[in-house]
């Protein structure tokens, strides 16, 4: 495996995402939600990228995908397990050689077939590093990725050799090593199939997504709104309840939230945190707080001089010290978020790596130690700290109020402020382009339930979420060595000896586990939350 990478984003996961990426609008808008057409309008933000399943690892984008195409297995909203959907079987004797058969007669959207073809060629392109696709690395464990993606030069194949097409229903996939849990990863998006007509032309198809998932698009107005409707050749688990969607673009959450309770907006999954204490008197009881497979951090950039060196390992445990988690989930969140105890998220459960208090004295609140450690570290990098974040997310409060528990625990007002931008696909070009001079906040929103993914895509050399650039070869080792482990729980204990490394080197600050927060209006019903911090756009009905 070169380098051990991966990746997704809210950021956001998308960023974390995957990512846990919050954001929204500016259009106080539209009849969308009050009309009966039983089309449900909700909240959406301006993606990062051209809507290709290679190339999102953010929240937007992902919204998007995720409803207009569907991969080899999806996860069950509620309990995370995954879901059978293109997928007819996929079966291995080594756990490193996988025959993967997808069901016969499956369609995209514009009638052509759902084949073999339609995963190993989506799958090749995504690799092939001429084709600057954000998700390619997820592809770096199958055999001839280094040959499509080497770590210099130029290609010296277009197709990965691990991928071969056996008939029309049938692929192999030959790994690098054994691996037990991959078959578990495949609902994330970056592994879905695409039809023909991508391939003809990947730059128009972005323009007009053609899909195989539940839902297909109507029309698109880029930063405005997308309409999609029900998909008639869809035939898997998550059959449209309604009679399509209208995602509004929003770069104001105030602005969203103010059409929520007026009934011009139907779910809003960015409750702007000031109106969190009020939000189910607001709402008549029509608000959602669900854990949600989501963690936020603040992000350093390590490929600065400033902040790479030992003294700028130890100053970032001493700020990781001096952020009071617990207040801050309390007053600035209403407790909708959880003080993080390490780097994954609870909702894995033990069986998914999760352990708890793994950050030990590291995560807690010690302004006194913090202090200490920051002194004869020599102080912050230049004397001063910026929490770089998105203002259309809802996100100034609690940089605020982190930067004021580092003040606090420095004695001094102006050791670390917040600097805002415009919107969270300018936030990512800045993070993604390494133009980010001091922190900034992410979140990671997971892609599949176990551990590895929040690890491996964040932090492991070259991994294509790893936005601070972090780079331990102990590290990438016992990544290495979980992924070619016999078992879930033998690869969940080299993860967490690796996680114990993060630990160490400190090169993200886990903040909270963010739950799954979302009013809706009294338009809609069966509202719910997927573990990955997205509504369940399929199963609301009106």
């Not at 490193?96 to 759902?114: A, E």
């Amino acid at each position: 495996m070169r380098g051990a990478t991966r990746a997704k984003f809210v950021v956001g996961a998308i960023s974390i995402a995957l990512a846990a990426t919050a954001c929204s609008s500016g259009s106080s808008s539209s009849s969308g939600g009050s009309s009966g057409n039983g089309v449900v309008s909700a909240l959406w933000g301006i993606p990062q990228n051209s809507l290709m399943p290679g190339n999102t690892n953010e929240i937007n984008g992902s919204k998007v995908i995720q409803n207009i195409l569907t991969g080899l297995i999806s996860y069950d909203p509620k309990t995370n397990a995954p879901v059978k959907e293109n997928e007819d079987s996929i079966t291995t004797t080594d756990q490193q050689n996988f025959t993967v058969k997808i069901k016969p007669n499956l369609k995209f959207s514009d009638g052509t077939p759902v084949t073999a073809s339609s995963y190993v060629d989506a799958w090749n392109y995504a690799a092939l590093s001429t084709n600057k696709q954000l998700n390619g690395s997820y592809f770096d464990i199958v055999q001839g990725y280094p040959a499509v993606a080497p770590a210099t030069g130029n290609p010296t194949a277009t197709t990965m050799s691990g991928l071969k097409v056996v008939n029309d229903t049938t692929f192999t996939v030959a790994l690098t090593a054994k691996n037990s849990t991959w078959p578990q990863s495949l609902g994330f998006l970056g592994f879905d199939p695409l039809p023909t007509s991508f391939f003809k032309d990947p730059a128009a198809w972005a323009k007009n997504p053609i899909g195989n998932g539940p839902y297909k698009i109507s029309s698109y107005t880029v930063n405005q709104e997308m309409d999609l409707v029900p998909n008639p050749e869809y035939t898997g688990a998550q059959t449209a309840q309604n009679k399509g969607l209208a995602l509004k673009v929003y770069t104001d959450p105030t602005a969203a939230y103010a059409d929520l309770q007026s009934g011009k907006l139907d779910v809003d999954d960015t409750i702007p945190t000031s109106d969190l204490p009020n939000v189910k008197s607001d709402l008549n009881g029509r608000f959602i707080n669900t854990p949600s497979g989501t963690t936020a951090y603040i992000g350093f950039p390590l490929y600065r001089a400033d902040w790479s060196t030992a003294n700028a390992r130890q100053v970032r445990v001493g700020l990781s010290m001096a952020i009071d988690r617990a207040t801050i989930s309390q007053k600035i969140f209403n407790s909708t978020v959880t003080p993080a105890t390490e780097f994954t998220n609870p909702v894995l459960g033990d069986a998914g790596g999760y352990k708890a208090n793994l950050c030990g004295s590291s995560c807690d609140y010690n302004p006194t130690k913090a202090k200490q450690l920051i002194d004869s570290a020599g102080g912050l990098p230049g004397g001063q700290m910026s929490i770089a974040y998105n203002s259309d997310g809802g996100n100034a409060d609690w940089v605020n109020a982190v930067c004021n528990s580092i003040n606090n625990a420095l004695s001094n007002n102006n050791a670390c402020v917040g600097k805002p931008t415009t919107n969270f696909a300018d936030l990512r070009n800045q993070i993604t382009n390494k133009q980010v001079t001091s922190a900034f906040r992410t979140a990671w929103s997971m892609d599949w339930p176990l551990a590895v993914d929040f690890l491996q895509p964040l932090f492991s050399t070259n991994g294509a979420a790893n936005d601070s650039h972090y780079s331990n070869a102990h590290f990438d080792s016992l990544i290495n060595q979980a992924n070619s482990a016999s078992s879930t729980t033998a690869a969940n204990t080299l993860l967490q000896q690796a996680e114990a490394q993060l630990v160490t080197d400190m090169p993200n600050i886990p903040l909270w586990y963010s739950n799954s927060t979302a009013g809706y209006s009294a338009n809609v019903s069966n509202v719910q939350m997927d573990g990955f911090k997205v509504p369940v756009y399929w199963a609301v009905k009106k």
